[in-house]
């Protein structure tokens, strides 16, 4: 089934520096989300981009979403330490039923 | 505030054992979905469910069913626990009106271990 594909697996940054992850997925789809999961806990949502959007601003958080590349980027600037966890693009399934989610991107930033 | 509540964070059982786990959730969601996340491997969907006494299956069903008897919870269960179904258990649920695919709410996990 459709996965969203997030690289890099890993990234290590210092604080106040900008963490930048991407996605992959593969049919057409008319939305797509980012969560992101503290270690051991439950996801929590982040943003959601529309297919007619190219961009979206919430906070220190920008999304981009290609879909003529079926890919979307997640960017953190000025990171805090606070912003250590896993992060996960969610596109729809091909039914458009549920969220399909990849083994996510993990951020370390240290202080 | 919003809340998905998972009746149990930790449990141990024995292969072979029938094991129930349980969500809640009080936003009169009318989707819930249950998925396990394993390292390497992600998210990976078991069952949602759309509507009271409604179920669909996800990507990995095998070994599993669910029950959705009300509104507000969602059951997970494993008829005959197996050492390969220890994992990390997430419930969530979404709104209807924002489509199947709307901003998913998640509870804190259950993490089972079968022994």
């Known amino acids: 089934s459709q996965q969203g594909e997030e690289d890099p697996q890993a990234l290590s940054i210092q604080e106040g520096e900008n963490a930048t992850m991407n996605c992959s997925y593969k049919t057409s789809i008319n939305n797509l989300q980012w969560y992101r999961q503290n270690s051991g806990r439950g996801l929590v949502h982040l943003i959601l981009?529309?297919?007619?959007?190219r961009e979206k601003h919430s906070g220190r958080l920008r999304v981009t979403l290609d879909t003529s590349k079926k890919s979307s980027s997640l960017l953190i600037t000025a990171s805090r330490a606070a912003d250590t966890a896993s992060y996960f693009c969610a596109p729809p399934n091909q039914a458009g039923t549920a969220l399909i989610f990849g083994k996510g991107t993990t951020l370390s930033v240290s202080s | 505030d919003v809340k998905v509540t998972q009746s149990s964070r930790y449990l141990v059982k024995r292969t072979g054992e029938k094991v129930f786990l349980e969500c809640v959730q009080d936003m009169d969601h009318e989707n819930m979905f249950w998925y396990r996340q394993d390292p390497g491997l992600g998210l990976r969907l078991i069952y949602f469910s759309y509507d009271v006494k409604m179920k669909e299956k996800g990507d990995i069903p095998e070994g599993y069913s669910v029950s959705r008897e009300k509104k507000e919870r969602f059951s997970l269960i494993l008829e005959s626990a197996s050492t390969n179904q220890t994992s990390m258990y997430l419930c969530?649920?979404?709104?209807?009106?924002?489509?199947?695919?709307?901003?998913?709410?998640f509870g804190e996990g259950s993490r089972l271990t079968v022994l």
């Open positions: 969530a649920s979404s709104l209807s009106g924002s489509g199947n695919t709307g901003e998913l709410f």
């Open positions: 981009i529309r297919s007619n959007e």
